[in-house]
């Protein structure tokens, strides 16, 4: 598009601002940035204001102002699923890193190779192995998921941690 906003420019959108300085709206999702090259000065209006803001000049710069506003919406929302992405391989790695290093896992890891040597010649005895096996594995899987609700992991992600 070669045709050139006359009165405002684009700048982007933010979540920072969520009233309106055109109309006053408040409680909005997001507001865009716009430079007022009239004023020189950078406001915050409502996706519909700010599409307006430029009617009195023509309809190709309300046309181009409405397509440059939603341009940059779609780059913030892209932005910030990207950063939320991010945020959760963080958590899941430290989440990760915390359940590896913790005595209660290594203490079950430790058991299960503990118990590959341990009688196990009787029905009974066999029995008792695979007994505190267990109860040490729920030990185990108890400070997993203390540690799932610690990071706020989302359901489905308990398998990354090991
Ligand atoms: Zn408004």
Redesign the pocket.
């Known amino acids: 598009m070669s045709y050139e906003l006359k009165n405002f420019k684009v700048l982007g959108y933010t979540t920072d601002f969520n009233k309106?300085e055109?109309?006053?709206?408040e409680d909005l999702k997001g507001t865009v940035s716009i430079l007022d090259l009239i004023g020189d000065i950078v406001l915050h209006?409502?996706s519909?204001?700010a599409a307006n803001a430029n009617k009195y000049d023509s309809i190709e710069a309300a046309k181009l102002a409405k397509q440059l506003i939603k341009d940059e919406i779609k780059a913030f929302e892209k932005a910030q699923k990207l950063y939320k992405l991010d945020c959760l391989n963080k958590a899941i790695q430290d989440a990760r890193n915390e359940y590896q290093e913790s005595e209660e896992l290594k203490a079950y890891n430790k058991r299960i190779s503990d118990s590959y040597d341990m009688d196990n010649s009787t029905y009974e005895l066999h029995r008792a192995i695979v007994q505190e096996n267990i109860r040490i594995g729920n030990i185990a899987r108890d400070k997993k998921n203390e540690i799932i609700l610690k990071y706020n992991l989302p359901d489905g992600f308990s398998y990354r941690l090991g």
Request: glycine share 22%; net charge positive; with cysteine.
């Open positions: 309106c055109c109309c006053g709206k209006f409502g519909t204001c």
